[in-house]
Every structure is written in structure tokens, then in C-alpha cells.
């Protein structure tokens, strides 16, 4: 039996870029929470999202980067009990100072905004190495370089896509626009072996019923997850990425099927209902079942 709907946070094995691509833990909520509120961020971390992203760059005004900075540092100075990221600023505007300040802490790992050229992540991984980056893609020039920006260093351990900047550089904010770009960025993640990408930001908080159906439309087209900024945004987007109960246990069936026919040497076998199976089919069932594992 098919498995139509991919879960999963993407393919393991070794990616052209180098490094460990091993699966990761699935993601399906990044909540963005201000940099220079640092009474939110205990508060981020309980209201079950599955990764917090600490913002440095759009979230905090420019007289207020170095205390942010400061007060980001000294939070993850000690262990958290989910991941916590840090959005620092742009290359060339305060990005260096930031990676650098999170030298020694228990950083998960960096999204660096408005990345384009694959120099830039070389030197966010020299300023702070060890660490996963994730390069956000969120003008014309870095959609062109996704792949190049993908595979350009081994500590790149996923791609994100930012709509708002790229619709006010290209002057629209047209579906079709911007979904031809956020598939380039899917692409890019595939073709790299790297988890599939999340969407961007939904940015109606109060439309839940939107974010709902939107958060359906990404998951058909391949995303995984999403970047919110509310915690009422949390509950919903873990609801659609997290596999239904159906789909698990047609998923656990299908991997039982494959465990019997591999035993008889088979490569493609057909399912209870005639249907035909292949690996594709596996690996998207054993997604389904990774993810379930992960969310429960």
C-alpha cells in the first residue's frame, strides 16, 4: 500500500557536501522568539515547539544587538532540554560579532540570514566551528546559489527559505513567484541529501484555519515544518506534520510487507491489495514511522 503524504526530516547517508548526514531528529516547529527578551526564552522553550530559534537579526532593534548578544550567550551557557538555535545577523552587519560571541556555548546551531555566496558559510564555520549552520535563503542571488550553498561546507545541515525579503526585492509576493523559488531551495535540499526544508513564516498569527491549510499545501509539495512566531502557531503546525494514525499503521504494514518479501530476495513485491511496491514506497513509509516515533 502507498503512502502518499512524506513525512521525515529527510535523507541520511553521505551528501555530496561532506560531513555527517546521518538522520537527524525531526523538527517539525523552529519558534522565533527576540533576541533582547530574554524572559521569553524559557518561556519559548515550554510551549512545545520542537526547536527555538533566538533572533539577533529583524527581531531587535540596532541599539539593542549587544546587550541581545549578550543575554543569547549567557542562556546558552547551560544545557536546554530542546534544541535552541540563534538567527544571528546578516555577513558584513554584525553576523561576525555574533558567532563569535557563541564560542563555548551549547548553541544547536546557527541560521544565517541573508546568505548567498558558500564563503559565507565558510567563515560562519570558521568563526564558530563545530557547529551546525543553516543558511537562510531569502534573496534572488542566494535562491540562484542554493545548491552551491547546500553542499559548500560540511557543517551545513539544512537549507530555510525566507518569503518576506525576497517578495520585497522582487517587488511581488505572487504564490506562483514565490513558490517557483521555495522549490528551488527543495531541490537544492534534496539534491544534497539534506533534510527537507520548513516553510517560512505564516505571517497572519491570528488566522490559525489559514496556517492550517497552508501548513497541508507546504507538506504536499515536500516541505517538512515550519518557522512560526507565536507559540498559538505551535500546536497547529505540529498537528499537520506529524503523521495520523492511518497513515502510521499502513506505514507499519508496508515496512512489515518489505521485511517478508526481502527475505525472499524480492526488490519489488505486491502489496495485500495487488498494489505494486518499490524502495520509494519503503523509504517514505519508514519516514512516516521516524516521524511518528519522534513527535510521540
Known amino acids: 500500500m502507498e503512502v502518499p503524504t512524506p513525512y521525515g526530516a ?3 547517508g553521505a551528501g555530496p557536501g561532506g560531513g555527517d548526514r546521518r538522520p537527524r531528529p525531526v523538527v517539525r516547529t523552529w519558534l522565533y522568539v527576540p533576541g533582547d527578551r530574554p524572559e521569553r526564552f524559557g518561556k ?8 527555538v530559534v533566538i533572533d539577533l537579526e529583524d527581531a531587535v532593534a540596532p541599539v539593542r544587538k549587544a546587550a541581545a ?7 546558552l551557557d547551560r544545557d536546554h532540554p530542546r534544541p535552541v538555535y540563534v ?10 560579532e555574533d558567532l563569535t560571541a557563541l564560542r563555548g556555548t551549547r548553541v544547536s546551531g546557527v541560521r544565517i540570514p541573508k546568505c548567498e555566496r558558500p564563503a559565507q558559510v565558510a567563515e560562519a564555520a570558521r568563526l564558530l566551528p563545530g557547529v551546525p549552520l543553516v543558511p537562510l535563503l531569502e534573496t534572488a542571488l542566494g535562491i540562484e546559489h542554493a ?3 547546500a553542499t559548500g561546507h560540511a557543517m551545513v545541515s539544512g537549507l530555510a527559505f525566507g518569503e518576506a525579503d525576497l517578495a520585497a526585492e522582487l517587488g511581488t509576493g505572487h504564490r506562483d513567484v514565490l513558490d517557483a523559488a521555495a522549490h528551488r531551495v527543495l531541490l537544492a535540499a534534496a539534491a544534497a541529501r539534506l533534510p527537507r526544508p520548513p516553510l517560512s513564516v505564516f505571517p497572519a498569527v491570528r488566522d490559525l484555519d489559514g496556517l492550517a491549510v497552508d501548513c497541508v499545501r507546504g507538506r504536499e509539495r515536500g516541505f517538512f515544518g515550519r518557522s512560526v512566531v507565536h507559540p498559538a502557531q505551535v500546536a497547529v503546525v505540529n498537528s499537520v506534520f506529524t503523521p495520523r494514525a492511518g497513515e502510521v499503521e499502513a506505514a507499519r504494514r508496508l515496512v512489515e510487507s518489505a521485511e517478508r518479501a526481502g527475505a525472499g530476495g524480492a526488490g519489488a513485491w505486491l502489496d495485500a ?3 505494486l511496491v518499490d524502495a520509494a514506497a519503503l523509504r517514505r513509509a519508514r ?3 521516524d516521524t511518528a516515533s519522534a513527535a510521540s
Open 10 to 12: 529527510g535523507p541520511g
Open 44 to 51: 519559548a522553550l515550554a510551549c512545545g515547539a520542537d526547536a
Open 69 to 75: 548578544r549578550d543575554a543569547v550567550a549567557g542562556f
Open 87 to 96: 538567527r544571528v545577523n546578516p555577513p558584513g552587519r554584525g553576523g561576525e
Open 147 to 149: 545548491h552551491a550553498l
Open 273 to 275: 491489495n495487488g498494489g
Open 287 to 289: 519516514a512516516v514511522l
